[in-house]
T-cell receptor, first 113, second 114 residues
């Protein structure tokens, strides 16, 4: 059974700092991994989708990496800003249950001015 | 595009009442998903549709929950009768594919059952 874990549950950093959020999964037979952002009282916004054949995916100040063999993904945020404060979740689809995404519990990020 | 639209944004009801949540997916998206989010269990998939047909409803907690998609632009999630443990945020999401493409979420319905 696939399990997705995100550590830490919460992170507070000063503005301008580079940071890394971690996501681990137990079953390496995935075909992609998505990183989402959730603002308080809002839905989730897909930030990056990294295919299993890819090692990295970049969008602006965000860079996601994927290492299937070790069951890990990281989301790197460069030069963090207060507007980056949100909860970040990673999710993987269950193989053979294509519609079902398994989500981590998220990392709540706070960037202090 | 307006994105995935859900209504109502907030619903407060009493135990035993019927609750109906509504969703309009993004035009052209033929996959629609209903998720529930709680502090204890995180995000859980309840049911998803492909071309208006329910594909996997294994996440629906019990017979009190039902979902329909009468056409490509509208879906409902109904709880009858509602119970306090149903209190959660219910999200609708849509996509052009199952797990292979980005998933687009609505803003959710915050349900409180008293």
């Amino acid at each position: 059974k696939q399990e997705v874990t995100q550590i830490p549950a919460a992170l507070s950093v000063p503005e301008g700092e580079n940071l890394v959020l971690n996501c681990s999964f137990t079953d390496s037979a995935i075909y992609n991994l998505q990183w989402f952002r959730q603002d308080p009282g809002k839905g989730l916004t897909s930030l990056l989708l990294i295919q299993s054949s890819q090692r990295e995916q970049t969008s602006g100040r965000l860079n996601a990496s994927l290492d299937k063999s070790s069951g890990r993904s990281t989301l790197y945020i460069a030069a963090s800003q207060p507007g980056d404060s949100a909860t970040y979740l990673c999710a993987v689809p269950v193989v053979d249950q294509g519609g079902k995404l398994i989500f981590g519990q998220g990392t709540e990020l706070s960037v202090k001015p | 595009d307006a994105g995935v639209i859900q209504s109502p944004r907030h619903e407060v009801t009493e135990m035993g009442q019927e609750v109906t949540l509504r969703c309009k997916p993004i035009s052209g998206h033929d996959y629609l998903f209903w998720y529930r989010q709680t502090m204890m269990r995180g995000l859980e998939l309840l049911i998803y549709f492909n071309n208006n047909v329910p594909i996997d409803d294994s996440g629906m907690p019990e017979d009190r929950f039902s979902a329909k998609m009468p056409n490509a632009s509208f879906s409902t999630l109904k709880i009858q009768p509602s119970e306090p443990r149903d209190s959660a945020v219910y999200f609708c999401a849509s996509s052009t594919d199952t797990g292979h493409k980005k998933l687009f979420f609505g803003s959710g319905t915050q349900l409180s059952v008293l």
